[in-house]
């Protein structure tokens, strides 16, 4: 048994700079995730906050705009759905599932191409035919 992994968990390698060897390694794949970066970096803005109430006390918290663990990696929705697809492990009933219905949709597309070559055939014969008449 053997195990791969995707290397794009991981991120992209990129060259330190001075003082930035505690930055979160960021990937931004499409423009919406450019934006909200873009957003966050804002100096101007008021930070955001949310209200926290319990029984005897009601609290202000400043949500963050930098990422606490400073190793967060962002992909695309898309890279994500293809990576959990990738890592689902297939029980052997569903991989001989897979292979029947494999195997029913190349018969199906065997038949159908014989059924045109028939036709063919016969259109060519009937040609034929009419040519030497």
Do not use: Y
């Not at 963050?64 to 689902?88: N, V």
Request: net charge positive; hydrophobic share 35%; glycine share 4%.
């Amino acid at each position: 048994m053997s195990s791969e992994v995707d290397e794009s968990l991981f991120g992209g390698v990129k060259p330190l700079a001075h003082g930035q060897s505690n930055s979160p390694i960021v990937l931004l794949r499409d423009k919406h995730a450019i934006r909200k970066t873009l957003n966050a970096l804002g100096v101007n803005r008021k930070p955001e906050t949310i209200q926290l109430i319990t029984r005897d006390m009601v609290r202000e918290l400043i949500i963050p705009t930098d990422d606490p663990s400073g190793e967060s990696l962002i992909i695309s929705p898309e890279e994500f759905e293809r990576i959990k697809w990738a890592s689902q492990v297939l029980t052997k009933e569903e991989l001989e599932a897979r292979e029947q219905a494999f195997k029913k949709e190349k018969e199906a597309i065997m038949d159908a191409v014989t059924t045109r070559k028939k036709i063919m055939k016969q259109k060519e014969m009937v040609w034929n035919n009419k040519k030497l008449s």
